[in-house]
Nanobody, 124 residues
Framework: QVQLVESGGGLVQAGATLRLSCADS????????AAWFRQAPGKEREFVAG????????SYADSVKGRFTISRDNAKNTVYLQMNSLKPEDTAVYYC??????WGTGTEDEYAYWGQGTQVTVSS
């Protein structure tokens, strides 16, 4: 059974930096695409960033382009989200997910496994 465990969330001030990590216990991580999604209070879950199985392809939501960077280390079965220049509107629960396609797109239906989420709160 695949288990994804996120870490690295917290309470920070606007302009600060956080790095989220997501460790995957599965055996196929190196063949799965991965992504980060987030859900703010009262809002639907939204795509933040995705990365293909090889790490070559990445994609980002317009709201985080230039500030967030997704990366992965297949030797450690871990995907990361480096978040710079954080804004109050980045406040949300952040979820990592892995897919079956290998591409790490923004299509939520492609993601088979999800973590429990980690809270990120950015104060102004």
């Amino acid at each position: 059974q695949v288990q994804l465990v996120e870490s690295g969330g917290g309470l920070v001030q606007a302009g600060a930096t956080l790095r989220l990590s997501c460790a995957d216990s599965g055996r196929t991580f190196g063949r799965n695409g991965a992504a980060w999604f987030r859900q703010a209070p009262g809002k639907e879950r939204e795509f933040v960033a995705g990365i293909s199985w090889s790490g070559v392809r990445t994609s980002y939501a317009d709201s985080v382009k230039g500030r967030f960077t997704i990366s992965r280390d297949n030797a450690k079965n871990t995907v990361y989200l480096q978040m710079n220049s954080l804004k109050p509107e980045d406040t949300a629960v952040y979820y990592c997910a892995t897919d079956r396609t290998g591409w790490g797109t923004g299509t939520e239906d492609e993601y088979a496994y999800w973590g429990q989420g980690t809270q990120v709160t950015v104060s102004s």
